[in-house]
């Protein structure tokens, strides 16, 4: 058990850099399934609740970390109306009652809560108890990666890249200005040149895709590529338009980071050097 203090949550204003660990100012009650711990600041939560807060998934949905030296996942989820709200999985055989995570006393709405040992790739819902005793099971609105259908569960994952294009930036504004010609190629990713055109099952990886339209758009005159929506939805017929998972690119291919890499293609300055096509757009 970790105990550094007992008292008040509130938290110094100091950047992510400098503040304490959580653990080294509040009471983390390690003997529990679910450890008390947040990463959320008392401005994270002002800024919340006044819908001021422009970097909520990096707070919201599943994130690896380490609370007193063991590694697990930081689980939490705006669920304002819930009575209770637990994490289910393959880790705990789906069991409702093994993971319970914690309401804020602040009147957030949140339910948070770290769980030791849980690792990269575990499938997991959220089961809430809901308004009027409803009892739901639900995907991680800010979930970073999904099973692929028919299944519905989120994945943990993290989301990062570094995508090295400092020297497209400080040309964007030359390059892709008003005055310069433009001419757009609209195009739904995971129905575009199927490997197999008879199996519709069949996808492109995110790499093959950087490669083929990258290539094609040039040779057909385009400057600019529209993405039809690229968000995680259930029903590829809909091409997108019934995203349900807004901070997931959907992974017909299974690749968490594949469009990171595949967008750095079409910027001048690209991992494709010889690329000369503009912005992207993610139409919702």
């Known amino acids: 058990m970790t105990k550094k203090n007992s008292g008040s949550k509130k938290t110094a204003s100091k950047s992510p850099a400098t503040a304490p660990a959580y653990e080294e100012v509040h009471f983390v009650d390690t ?4 450890w ?17 807060h422009y970097s909520l998934y990096r707070l919201f949905g599943n994130t690896r970390t380490k609370v007193s030296g063991t590694e697990g996942t930081y689980f939490a989820v705006w669920a304002p109306n819930a009575t209770r709200v637990s994490v289910t999985g393959n880790f705990n055989h789906w069991n409702a009652d093994a993971h319970v995570l914690q309401v804020r006393l602040d009147h ?9 040992h849980i690792q990269q790739g575990e499938a997991y819902k959220y089961h809430i108890h809901g308004y009027k005793g409803a009892i739901l099971d639900k995907g991680d609105p800010f979930a970073h990666f999904w099973e692929k259908r028919p299944h519905t569960a989120s994945i943990t994952w993290p989301s990062s890249y570094d995508w090295n294009d400092g020297e497209w930036m400080k040309k964007r504004k030359k390059l892709n200005a008003l005055s310069a010609p433009f001419s757009v190629y609209e195009v739904h990713l995971a129905s575009w040149m199927r490997p197999d055109r008879n199996d519709e099952e069949s996808y492109n990886t995110y790499a093959q895709l950087a490669d083929k339209l990258v290539n094609y758009v040039k040779q057909m005159g385009f400057t600019h590529v529209e993405l039809m929506p690229v968000m995680e939805h259930p029903f590829d017929g809909s091409w997108g338009y019934q995203g349900t998972g807004f901070f997931c690119a959907d992974q017909p291919v299974r690749q968490p980071a594949g469009i990171c890499r595949a967008c750095r293609c079409f910027s001048p300055g690209g991992d494709r050097r010889d690329t000369r096509l503009g912005a992207i757009s993610f139409p919702l």
């Not at 003997?31 to 679910?34: I, K, M, S, Y």
């Not at 008390?36 to 001021?52: M, R």
């Open 36 to 52: 008390n711990y947040s990463l959320f600041t008392d401005e994270d939560i002002s800024n919340f609740q006044k819908g001021t």
């Open 31 to 34: 003997t529990q399934p679910v």
């Open 108 to 116: 957030s709405g949140i339910w948070e809560g770290f769980i030791p």
